[in-house]
């Protein structure tokens, strides 16, 4: 081994040693408390939009407006106010060489709640840095701990519910592994793993409390810890520890490759109810479930923490379909199935409920022709749909 690479091994080694103590620090805190503290009783909610970039601001412009007729007396009266966030787009964000520049996060944190539409990861190609995910780097900032995804399909008996941890797994340091070598394409790369205790019991408690509040009588735990022993294996165990307080609800635990394949077994699909499972598992599992619904176009996601929460779509940002003139076609029933979501957090179950039957209307009206392709129906249309039902 020649010496630029043992000078490459003892500066690993130094940034290995911060990131641990860092980790750890961060788990102490979340142990005392520490995290986030939870928004007052406010007499006036803000709403804070964020269209994002490619298919973002199409599908933005039609949940925004939906939103405005169906909460016009809300706003009337000054109880709640929807507030356009600005300076977000990709090129915004890449002129400012910042993933969330600084004015965007000030504008983010003076609201309560945040519906964010898609947004791109620069990379170096795109004339920028390599630049952090905006939706990682939100969800880590406000500690938006629990993912939130919600795959029904009434035909087939489906109703699922995933709790997705959010801030830790392969997203806590997913920007910082080590890549050791010549720099010439010879070397090896390490990216790094991170559970906590107190991360996985506020997720595992998550998901039994919503179990157990909404009549459910099964969570399963969704892991590899046959391979990833420590990070897994930890995360498994607590949570078969967190459901212990939660005796009347059924816990089993599966292998991810295995419940991926349980999802298109139709045979005992439809038995699951709850799962839960560490972040990068649940980012894949949920792409799967939301296909299984209609397409990740159909699906919403709640990132919840103990003060802020942000609602968004699954999906990207899609620029494909805006390079080839198709951005129109984009289906909105995503963002507006988390505007859904988001009404039910702050306390407007009923408008939640109106908004729902609208998308569900417009879906079983429209639903098969929103491809996303050239011949598809319409956003516009979609939405008119919806506002026509509300
Ligand atoms: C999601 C997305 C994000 C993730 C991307 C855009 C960083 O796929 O919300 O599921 O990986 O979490
Ligand atoms: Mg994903």
Known sequence: ?????????????????????????????????????????????????????GIGPVIMDETKDVLEKLLADEIAEGKVELREITGFTLEERLAAGETVPENVLAQMEACDVIL???????????????????????????????????????????????????????YALGSRGIRLGSGAGEGLSVDFKVTTSEGTRRIAKAAFDFARANGKKRVSIVTKANIMKKTDGDFQSICLDVAKDYPEIETDTWFVDIMAANLVNKDIRSSFEVFVLPNLYGDIITDEAAQIQGGVGTAGSANIGTGMAMFEAIHGSALRMVADGIAHLANPASLMTAAVMMLRHIGLADKAAVLEAAVKKADEMLGAEMTGFQGGKTCREFADIVRSNI
Do not use: H
């Open 116 to 170: 964010k539409g898609p947004t791109t990861t620069p990379n170096a190609a795109m004339g920028g840095k390599n630049l952090e995910s905006a939706n990682v780097f939100l969800r880590k900032k406000f500690d938006l701990f629990a993912n939130v995804r919600p795959v029904k399909l009434p035909a087939e008996g489906i109703d699922w519910t995933f709790y997705r941890e959010n801030t830790e797994g392969e």
């Open 1 to 53: 081994m020649d010496k630029e690479i043992r000078k490459q091994i003892d500066q690993a080694v130094e940034q290995f040693r911060e990131m641990l103590a860092e980790q750890y620090v961060r788990n102490e805190r979340m142990a005392a408390g520490e995290e986030a503290g939870a928004a007052a009783g406010k007499m006036k909610t803000i709403i804070g939009l964020a269209p994002g970039d």
